[in-house]
């Protein structure tokens, strides 16, 4: 039960019929694996911390650059060669120390990756690594956990949400190939500050709906902003029968 601190935290938000106590609750209660705390992790794990997600589990194994700093927004100034997922959590816990927050300084892998998603109730894909991604997408469909998906690169952004518990929705791997090694890394590419903070808000967004059951979530839809023009479309996507990992057997 939500304590009286708790109950004017979240006031504003509890406010929402939508949403209401029950839907906070639940938040509460919810344990949520963001991977990647860079561009798009920060602005994920700020607004899940603030709305009241009990714990956040934050994998990364980079250490904070100055080179971050443009778009990184968890992390600060006196904090460069600190790992990555300490320097947000100590952001996150000073934000709101309700959320217990859990800093992984470790690479993904097969292993430790099961264990996490086995455990959690939504996955938030922020990292720029497409090993990572399908990795994390055919785990989604083994255990049944919705895989909220995000990615930022120059002036263009995209999320969608691929959620296995709905024998409709399309996975990761239904879109795109595993065999790709285009480079589509910040580092190599550039990219514009605010508009990881536009994607990562909408993941955050998409995963508190999904967790407490809000609205339409983007399952079978691809979200594309286009920040030059400031133009947003949804893009219905189709579940490939012949998917390697969620097609029929």
């Not at 794990?45 to 080179?67: C, E, F, R, T, W």
């Not at 995963?207 to 809000?214: A, E, S, Y």
Request: charged residues 20%; proline residues 4%; glycine residues 8%.
């Amino acid at each position: 039960m939500l304590k009286d601190e708790e109950l004017l935290r979240y006031s504003r938000q509890i406010m929402l019929p939508e949403l209401d106590i029950a839907g906070q609750e639940k938040l509460r209660s919810a344990t949520v694996l963001v991977v990647g705390v860079g561009g798009l992790g920060s602005p994920v794990a700020m607004y899940l911390a603030a709305a009241g997600v009990g714990k956040l589990i934050l994998v990364d194994h980079d250490q904070v650059d100055l080179s971050n700093l443009q778009r990184q927004i968890a992390h600060t100034t006196d904090r460069i060669g600190e790992s990555k997922v300490a320097s947000a959590q100590r952001t996150l816990q000073s934000l709101n120390p309700h959320c217990d927050v859990v800093a992984l300084p470790v690479k993904l892998d097969e292993q430790n990756a099961a264990e996490w998603v086995s455990g959690c109730q939504v996955v938030v894909d922020c990292s720029d690594n497409f090993a990572v991604r399908f990795l994390l997408n055919r785990l989604s469909v083994k255990y049944r956990v919705p895989l909220v998906s995000g990615a930022a690169i120059r002036l263009d952004g995209q999320v969608s949400v691929y959620d296995p518990r709905n024998a409709a929705s399309p996975c990761y791997r239904c879109l795109f190939d595993e065999t790709g090694e285009e480079d589509l890394r910040c580092t190599t590419n550039g990219v514009l500050a605010p508009l990881v903070g536009l994607v990562g808000s909408i993941q955050a967004t998409e995963t508190i709906k999904v967790l407490c059951g809000l609205g339409q979530p983007l399952t079978g839809k691809l979200l594309i902003v286009d920040a030059l023009t400031m133009q947003f479309r949804s893009v219905k996507l189709k579940k490939n029968p012949a998917c390697e990992v969620c097609g029929a057997p």
